[in-house]
């Protein structure tokens, strides 16, 4: 579901598919924050950002074995 697209300036930079919608994200890993998600009100974002963060926590469990 989340593809990294690049990482710069400090920031990730990853897309998703949630309900047939195209979602961009840019995550600071520095803080563990999403700084920015596009689109912002279509009512899914919310899941997303969860979906997101579980899908960080699994990365950072699978680097961590």
Do not use: C
Not at 26 to 45: A, F, V
Request: net charge negative.
């Amino acid at each position: 579901m989340f593809t990294k697209i690049e990482s710069r300036y400090g920031y990730d930079m990853y897309k998703a598919e949630y309900n047939d919608n195209l979602y961009i994200i840019q995550y600071n890993p520095e803080r563990g924050e999403i700084e920015q998600m596009r689109p912002l009100s279509d009512g899914s974002t919310d899941v997303v950002a969860h979906l997101f963060y579980d899908h960080i926590a699994s990365k950072d469990n699978e680097t961590s074995h």
